[in-house]
């Protein structure tokens, strides 16, 4: 099945700072990389995605690259804001659209204010 | 958007005994929903994945005997844990596939279940 790593495990920045968190995946069959964020105890929201017809996809201060050569996606967060800090995971669907999501080991950020 | 309730949010039980855990799509249908498992400050493993009308697959390592899954309607799955034991204890949380709307799969709040 797919394998998913994700890099880094802690990111700490300033307020305002950009984050990135960057994800590879196994299988060259894979699709679609949508992105979670997860509070606490909460159930992981979706915060964006990207299927593999497109390189990169934008929706205000958060954006996601993929380059299916290298088979590696990439969360990018602008200027960054307490409500941030959270467990991001990535993900890979190994089928056609959002069946069978496979995560990477999530990413934990903290916005320093 | 898209809501999947998860009922209960928690419950405690005795070794041995059995856990029900329903996942339900509220305003979709979901001919497939997800069964994952999250130890604390660990990743979503995925357990299986639940067909309307037909058996569940289920991933390497999940006994099937132990986590029964059911998925009897579009808006319904259903995961019983089997004769718990204390190793059972984790989060579960299930995820609905709007594949009309939207082909996303959307998260239930997760059931917190410990076994005493």
């Known amino acids: 099945g797919e394998n998913v790593e994700q890099h880094p495990s802690t990111l700490s920045v300033q307020e305002g700072d950009s984050a990135v968190i960057k994800c590879t995946y196994s299988d060259s069959a894979s699709n679609y990389f949508p992105w979670y964020k997860q509070e606490l105890g909460k159930r992981p929201q979706l915060i964006i995605d990207?299927?593999?017809?497109?390189g990169e996809k934008k929706d205000q201060r958060i954006a996601v690259t993929l380059n299916k050569t290298a088979k590696h996606f990439s969360l990018h967060i602008t200027e960054t804001q307490p409500e941030d800090s959270a467990v991001y995971f990535c993900?890979?669907?190994?089928?056609?659209?959002?069946?069978?999501?496979?995560f990477g080991t999530g990413t934990r950020l903290t916005v320093i204010p | 958007g898209a809501v999947v309730s998860q009922h209960p949010s928690w419950v405690i039980c005795k070794s041995g005994t059995s856990v029900k855990i329903e996942c339900r799509s509220l305003?979709?249908?979901?001919?497939?929903m997800f069964w994952y498992r999250q130890f604390p400050k660990q990743s979503l493993m995925l357990m299986a994945t639940s067909n309307e009308g037909s058996k569940a697959t289920y991933e390497q390592g999940v006994e099937k005997d132990k986590f029964l899954i059911n998925h009897a309607s579009l808006t319904l799955s259903t995961l019983t844990v089997t004769s718990a034991h204390p190793e059972d204890s984790s989060f579960y949380i299930c995820s609905a596939f709007d594949w009309e709307v939207t082909d996303t799969q959307y998260f239930g709040p997760g059931t917190r279940l410990t076994v005493l």
């Open positions: 990207i299927r593999s017809n497109v």
């Open positions: 305003d979709f249908q979901a001919t497939t």
């Open positions: 993900a890979a669907s190994d089928q056609t659209g959002a069946n069978n999501l496979f």
